[in-house]
């Protein structure tokens, strides 16, 4: 019998052409995606909780992926208006438990915070009626809660409290057709559980984002995703300096942040993936110092900083002129993660590097112009890793 099948009969020659054609398409297309695969630059978002990481994919979604549907936008009514209910309670609640007790300040509105605690604060509570927006818009502009949201950091609020209690925005979350705007999306807060993978293309450059949940019970699952990686992308909140983390209520957001970093920075499986550094929040981080909060009080080492001169510092968005005090607080809020990252500058065990930049996730232009930037570092440290540079 010929070892090419020639003595076979005519229909299992026809099936072992037919084998081989499939065959050499699948080892075709196996060389094609090794090619994609090596092609394709995977990012890894990772930072403590409620720094940005998932406001900076929103972002990779309005600027690389055409934005979101209308029938997308309507979906996220939903966690909107939670949030909303999430912030009301949170206040009342706080007003509640701090010593002295926070009193409501007019004596009609204490009926609606009542109303809050018997009614709202119900896990099945999904009653968003024009009663409920009535009585948050009424309650938020109470004396008494105004004075809460100025001791935001004694408690846990999101930081978009403010924005969706403003009046004529809870006056058009209430309508019935009401569809969320990009910014409206952008400070809505989800928690994240799981891992999220968004992908997307820019320049004819595939990237694919992977997006972890950075509490800590959700920080087991970041292992799943080192494989491979071409860069991390690591968040801070860089106004959390002076707030304590949900999980425990006691340990500095900022502290937990370098804690996390370091743990991430000299990870064995990590020694050879670069971080590209996102000193997130600088709105708020600028609006606190500026505000009167003090660094010094929570990092009694911020006193006896200096930031760089004038030549070793970043430029402005468009040039604009900071307060000194604000400079001082967000390069020395760098400074503390350059730190972790030079005390291994002279390890061959660690050949990665530190790219740090400060950002506003909720800001797209900010964001675009960032990532424009880290493209060719991203792009150098995937020629690294495949050992073409």
């Not at 991390?232 to 002076?242: A, T």
């Not at 660690?350 to 930037?373: E, M, Q, W």
Request: aromatic share 10%.
């Amino acid at each position: 019998m010929s070892c090419f099948g020639g003595d076979l009969p005519e229909d299992e020659r026809e099936t072992l052409k037919q084998q081989r054609r499939h065959q050499k398409d699948i080892d075709a297309q196996l060389r094609q995606d090794k090619i994609t695969y090596k092609a394709t630059h995977r990012l890894l978002l990772l930072g403590a909780g409620e720094s940005g990481k998932s406001t900076i994919v929103k972002q990779m979604k309005i600027l690389h992926l055409d934005g979101y549907s209308d029938q997308e936008r309507y979906e996220k009514v939903k966690d909107i208006k939670s949030n909303v209910r999430e912030v009301i309670i949170t206040v009342i609640e706080a007003m509640d438990k701090f010593q002295p007790r926070v009193q409501i300040s007019d004596a009609e509105n204490v009926p609606r915070a009542h109303y809050v605690r018997d009614v709202v604060s119900q896990k099945t509570f999904e009653d968003f009626s024009p009663e409920f927006f009535s009585t948050v818009s009424i309650l938020w502009r109470d004396a008494g809660v105004q004075a809460m949201l100025k001791r935001s950091s004694e408690y846990q609020l999101i930081d978009s409290a403010a924005y969706f209690m403003d009046a004529d925005k809870l006056a058009e979350i209430s309508q019935p057709d009401y569809k969320p705007s990009d910014q409206d999306i952008l400070r809505c807060r989800v928690i994240t559980n799981g891992i999220f993978e968004t992908k997307f293309v820019v320049e004819k450059i595939n990237f694919h984002m992977f997006d972890v949940g950075g509490q800590r019970s959700e920080r087991r699952k970041w292992i799943q995703c080192f494989n491979d990686v071409t860069a991390i992308v690591f968040v801070v909140s860089c106004s959390s300096f002076d707030t304590v983390i949900r999980e425990d209520g006691e340990t500095n957001c900022l502290e937990e942040s370098l804690k996390l970093f370091d743990g991430i920075w000299t990870n064995r499986w990590l020694q050879s993936v670069s971080v590209i550094l996102f000193l997130n929040k600088q709105d708020t981080l600028r609006m606190k110092v500026e505000g009167g909060r003090r660094v010094e009080d929570y990092f009694p080492e911020f006193v006896a900083y200096r930031a760089p001169t004038q030549e070793g510092r970043e430029k402005g968005e468009s040039g604009e002129r900071e307060s000194e005090v604000y400079t001082r607080a967000k390069y020395f809020v760098r400074d503390l993660f350059v730190r972790i990252s030079k005390a291994t500058e002279s390890d061959p065990r660690h050949p990665h590097y530190l790219y740090p930049h400060f950002t506003t996730a909720i800001d797209t232009g900010n964001i675009k112009r960032v990532f424009a930037s880290c493209r060719d570092i991203i792009q150098r440290e995937h020629l690294r890793k495949y050992e073409l540079l």
